[in-house]
């Protein structure tokens, strides 16, 4: 199946583009598709991100709705977003 994935701020400026088709095996989950973004980014670069998901500084939307669980399924076509989360004052 593939997948979209949109990286944007802190994510893009890590994976060194602002968006990517990515291809995973039928039933893949988020999991299974950062580690797939190593053939993207060195590994080092992906375990950055990994533990800006789990701190909660990246968050994640799969077809515009917010996930934070990383063994959750994706199907065919989904849109992942990939996001710091925001600031202002």
Same mark, same amino acid.
């Given at each position: 199946?593939?997948?979209?994935? +949109? &990286?944007? =701020?802190?994510?893009? @400026?890590?994976? *060194? @583009?602002?968006?990517?088709?990515?291809?995973?095996? +039928? *039933? *893949?989950?988020? @999991?299974?598709?950062?580690?797939?973004? #190593?053939?993207?980014?060195?590994?080092?670069?992906?375990?950055?991100?990994?533990?800006?998901?789990?701190?909660?500084?990246?968050?994640? #939307?799969?077809? =515009?709705?917010?996930?934070?669980?990383?063994?959750?399924?994706?199907?065919? *076509?989904?849109?992942?977003?990939? &996001?710091?989360?925001?600031? =202002? =004052?």
């Amino acid at each position: 199946m593939k997948v979209l994935i +949109e &990286f944007i =701020g802190y994510a893009a @400026r890590k994976i *060194g @583009r602002e968006w990517l088709w990515a291809e995973l095996a +039928e *039933g *893949g989950t988020l @999991r299974d598709l950062i580690s797939s973004l #190593a053939s993207t980014a060195n590994a080092s670069t992906v375990e950055e991100l990994k533990v800006a998901i789990t701190r909660g500084e990246l968050l994640i #939307a799969v077809n =515009g709705r917010m996930v934070s669980d990383l063994d959750s399924r994706l199907n065919d *076509g989904d849109k992942i977003l990939l &996001f710091p989360i925001a600031a =202002g =004052g």
